[in-house]
Every structure is written in C-alpha cells, then in structure tokens.
C-alpha cells in the first residue's frame, strides 16, 4: 500500500488530493511542525535526508518532491486520468505548469513569506527599525512587483482556459493549487477574479474534501 509521509500545512496534502482523485488505499503517516519554529519534526530525516515533506513509499520505493511523486503516481497508476495525451498542445501545457509551479511561482511567494516575517524576528531593539526598512524596501521594489507579475499571469491563463493545462482537470492543477493557496494566504496579496474562481471550483472537488478529513486542518502561512 501506498505510505504518505504528511506534514500538517505543507505541499504533501497535495499527494493526499491526487490520491483521493484516483481512488487509491493509502496509508497516512503524520507529522506535526514545531509551533515556535514552523519547522518539520527531525523524524521525517529517518523517511529522507533531508527532512521534507511530501515523501512517499511504495513498491520498496523512497520517492520525494512533489512534481515527482506526482508524476510517479500518474504514471503507475494514472489509467490515462489526469494527464493529456502525449504530443498534444495540452500536454505541453501540462508538463509547463507541472514544473513552472515550484520552479517560478513558489520562490517570489517564499520570499514574500519570509520578508514579511523579518520585522517580527528577534533581533536587539536597536537594529528593528533597520530590519523593518530592509523588508519593507525589497518587498516593495522586487518581492511585490514579482508576485503581482506572476498573479496576473495565472489569471489571464485561467481566462483563457478552463484549466491550467486546458479544457480538462489535470494533476497540474494539482500542482498549482499550493502556489494558488500559498498566495490566497499572504497579506496584501490580491487576488485576479480568475484565480479566484479556480480556487472555488477545487475546493468543492469531493476527493479535495476528502483529503482535507485525511490531512487535518489545512493552514498556510
């Protein structure tokens, strides 16, 4: 049986949709994050070296990183469902938003994260407002302009298809549905009118329900 590591408020409840949408037994392994430090629990290094999650097991198979055990899961047992057909526009589409979702979209949102974060770390009085006027700088003339970009990207796409990859559900809306979530998430980000409406129309997907009761309370910050 397929063996889930899952971390509470991560990219693995991502595995626990696509399992759901396929209609796979699987089993569920939970970890929780340390509340101070959001970290991952040092268990998930015995799973993988380098202590992340989402991490699968199957088949004597150790497999980690998203995209992959995406892929993985497609492939073994996909039947055809939640991938275009090789060779066509779509799949190209696909396999573009499959990788563009971690590689493009996540690390302007990280930084957004983290940069909004630096003025609540503790650091000596004196070096606050220091702290404070970096953030607040490369928020505003980088992190912002590059997330603003990247939004208005997904909602003209999602306006001129149904879906990421096109007029059918895919894993890569899977995929794209934690930069979407990761973005709903933080202040001062705005929403496109479309990107709004995708993220309606996935959570009233009964297997994204189902891996919500899985999964636990779901919580980006």
């Known amino acids: 049986m397929i ?13 626990l949709w696509l399992l759901e949408e396929l209609g796979r037994e699987y089993k569920v392994v939970k970890y929780e994050r340390d509340p101070d430090t959001l970290l991952a629990p040092p268990e ?16 004597g198979h150790t497999i980690a990183e998203s995209g992959t055990i995406i892929e993985y899961l497609i492939d073994r047992y996909g039947d ?17 938003w499959m990788h563009y979702a971690e590689g493009s979209a996540m690390p302007p949102l990280l930084l957004k994260l983290v940069f909004t974060r630096m ?7 004196v070096l606050r407002p220091l702290v404070r006027a970096i953030a607040q700088r490369a928020q505003k003339t980088f992190i912002d302009p590059q997330v603003a970009t990247h939004l208005r990207y997904w909602d003209d796409e999602l306006g001129a298809h149904e879906w990421f990859a096109g007029a059918e559900f895919t894993a890569a809306d899977i995929q794209m549905s934690f930069p979407a979530e990761a973005a709903a998430s933080r202040a001062g980000i705005e929403l496109g009118r479309n990107v709004k409406r995708f993220l309606g129309r996935i959570h009233t997907r009964p297997a994204y329900q189902r891996a919500l009761q899985v999964g636990g309370a779901y919580q980006l910050y």
């Open 80 to 96: 055809g469902r939640l991938r275009p057909l090789r060779g066509t526009e779509a799949y190209l589409r696909y396999l573009y």
């Open 3 to 15: 063996e889930v590591h899952h971390l509470n408020n991560s990219r693995s409840q991502r595995v």
């Open 44 to 59: 998930l290094r015995r799973i993988h070296p380098l202590g992340k999650s989402p991490v699968i097991r199957d088949h």
């Open 119 to 125: 003025p609540k770390a503790r650091v000596p009085g």
